[in-house]
């Protein structure tokens, strides 16, 4: 079975560095095709996908966050770590992990699969 | 990016009735690229739909996508209490990735 699972702080001042750990399971992002993503949610508006990391970390960021964000993982623990400086109080939310899953056909893999296992979500606030 | 637009944007229907979601792309989205998702309060996010018209594991028969090009749609034939929740269509095919701003489907 595959879980996900969000850590980090819930309350965050501005300017402050967010830090948010995913943990998971059932799978190994060692393995090809796999990778994992995060994805926010401010308060009554649309997902947004923020990062991604890849089996052989490849890792690729929403353009407009680009300078802000930073993803990287722990094979050996099962855990991604996503990075977000400088935070705003319009960067209030809920951020889920997720994984992602590649098709691989021969030497190119594309994300044929979605974002098929989300974690619960974890709330964040900025707040002053 | 690519915009989707999903219609309509709160839906109200009874237990039974048929539902048909639909988003609306600004380009063209290739098929093997788009998603539909199903959030329900207090719950993980579940994938329902991928590649256009695959349904996800555990997901029931009821359940179903079609679409093409810039108009997709999820439908769903007959709906039981659990189904009542936000449903956002994604494309995943070009970064970044984006998600439609969600349809509500509501008890009538």
């Known amino acids: 079975q595959v879980t996900l699972r969000e850590s980090g702080p819930a309350l965050l001042k501005p300017t402050q560095t967010l830090t948010l750990t995913c943990t998971f399971s059932?799978?190994?992002?060692?393995?090809?095709?796999?990778?994992v993503t995060w994805i926010r949610q401010p308060p009554g508006k649309a997902l947004e996908w923020l990062a991604r990391?890849?089996?052989?970390?490849?890792?690729y960021y929403r353009t407009s966050l680009k300078t802000r964000l930073t993803i990287s993982k722990d094979t050996s623990d099962s855990q991604v770590v996503l990075t977000m400086t400088n935070m705003d109080p319009v960067d209030t939310g809920t951020y889920y992990c997720a994984r992602m899953r590649f098709l691989i056909r021969g030497v190119v893999a594309s994300p044929y699969y979605g974002v098929d296992v989300w974690g619960q979500g974890t709330t964040v606030t900025v707040s002053s | 990016e690519i915009v989707l637009t999903q219609s309509p944007g709160t839906l109200s229907l009874s237990p039974g009735e048929r539902a048909t979601l639909s988003c609306r792309a600004s380009e063209n989205v290739h098929s093997d690229y788009l998603g539909w998702y199903q959030l329900t309060p207090g719950q993980a996010p579940r994938l329902l739909i991928y590649a256009t018209s695959s349904r996800a594991t555990d997901i029931p028969d009821r359940f179903s996508g079609s679409g093409s090009e810039t108009d997709f749609t999820l439908s769903i034939s007959r709906l039981e209490p659990e189904d009542f929740a936000v449903y956002y269509c994604q494309q995943y095919g070009k970064s970044p990735y984006t998600f439609g701003q969600g349809t509500k489907l509501e008890i009538k």
């Open positions: 990391i890849d089996w052989d970390d490849d890792k």
């Open positions: 059932g799978f190994s992002l060692n393995t090809r095709g796999m990778s």
